[in-house]
T-cell receptor, first 113, second 117 residues
Framework: ETGVTQSPTHLIKTRGQQVTLRCSSQ?????VSWYQQALGQGPQFIFQ???????GRGNFPPRFSGLQFPNYSSELNVNALELDDSALYLC????????????FGQGTRLTVV | AQSVTQPDIHITVSEGASLELRCNYS??????LFWYVQSPGQGLQLLLK??????LVQGIKGFEAEFKRSQSSFNLRKPSVHWSDAAEYFC???????????????FGQGTILTVHP
C-alpha cells in the first residue's frame, strides 16, 4: 500500500506567478483535500476533491483552484501568487468524502519572493 | 463553527518524564477527534483518533488520549517521554455535519514539545 506523495518538496516562485502542486492519494482513497500551513500555525482547509469535482471549500479566494484525475491524484493551482501564500501545502487523502480520517503527504514548501 | 484550542504553545519536559498536552474543542455535535504529530518540515502523522465508544483511546508510539465531553477536551498523554518525541503536536476536530457533504479537519495552533536529556 502506497502512502500519500507530493511533488515537488520545495519551490520558490516570484510574486504574481502561478504554481502547480501535485499529489498522489493513498491506494484505495477516492478523496483528496488540500491544506495550507503558514509558519507557526495549524493547517487550514483549502478545499476537497471527490470524483474529479470540488466538493467543499474553505475560506480561500478563487485564485486557489484544483483538479482531480480519474486515478484520484490531484493538483493544487495558485494564480497571481502573493507573499502571504508562502507556506507548507499539505495534501491529505481519505477513504470517502465524508470520512474525516485523513492521511497526509510530506508537503510542498512554497516560498514566494 | 467548530474550533480547537491548544493552550500551550511550547512545553519542555525531561526525558523519562510524563507528558500531557491539552486540547479543547468547540463543536455542536459529537466530534471526531484526532492527534497528529509533525516533525520539522514534514507532513502530519496520525497518532490516534476518537470516533465513539471507549473514551480512552490508545495510539502509536505509546500515546493515549482521553475524551471528556463535559470538559470539551481531548488531552494527549504519554507516561514516559523519549527524546525522539520532540516535535509539534496538533489536535484536530473532524466535521461533516451541518448539511455539508464533505469532511474536513479543523486544527489547533499546535504545541511544540522539547525534550531535555
Amino acid at each position: 500500500e502506497t502512502g500519500v506523495t507530493q511533488s515537488p518538496t520545495h519551490l520558490i516562485k516570484t510574486r504574481g506567478q502561478q504554481v502547480t502542486l501535485r499529489c498522489s492519494s493513498q491506494s484505495g482513497h477516492n478523496t483528496v483535500s488540500w491544506y495550507q500551513q503558514a509558519l507557526g500555525q495549524g493547517p487550514q482547509f483549502i478545499f476537497q476533491y471527490y470524483r474529479e469535482e470540488e466538493n467543499g471549500r474553505g475560506n480561500f479566494p478563487p485564485r486557489f483552484s484544483g483538479l482531480q484525475f480519474p486515478n484520484y491524484s490531484s493538483e493544487l493551482n495558485v494564480n497571481a501568487l502573493e507573499l502571504d501564500d508562502s507556506a507548507l501545502y499539505l495534501c491529505a487523502s481519505s477513504l470517502t468524502r465524508i470520512n474525516t480520517e485523513a492521511f497526509f503527504g510530506q508537503g510542498t514548501r512554497l516560498t514566494v519572493v | 463553527a467548530q474550533s480547537v484550542t491548544q493552550p500551550d504553545i511550547h512545553i519542555t519536559v525531561s526525558e523519562g518524564a510524563s507528558l500531557e498536552l491539552r486540547c479543547n474543542y468547540s463543536y455542536g455535535a459529537t466530534p471526531y477527534l484526532f492527534w497528529y504529530v509533525q516533525s520539522p518540515g514534514q507532513g502530519l502523522q496520525l497518532l490516534l483518533k476518537y470516533f465513539s465508544g471507549d473514551t480512552l483511546v490508545q495510539g502509536i508510539k505509546g500515546f493515549e488520549a482521553e475524551f471528556k465531553r463535559s470538559q470539551s477536551s481531548f488531552n494527549l498523554r504519554k507516561p514516559s517521554v523519549h527524546w525522539s518525541d520532540a516535535a509539534e503536536y496538533f489536535c484536530a476536530v473532524g466535521t461533516n455535519a451541518g448539511g455539508t457533504s464533505y469532511g474536513k479537519l479543523t486544527f489547533g495552533q499546535g504545541t511544540i514539545l522539547t525534550v531535555h536529556p
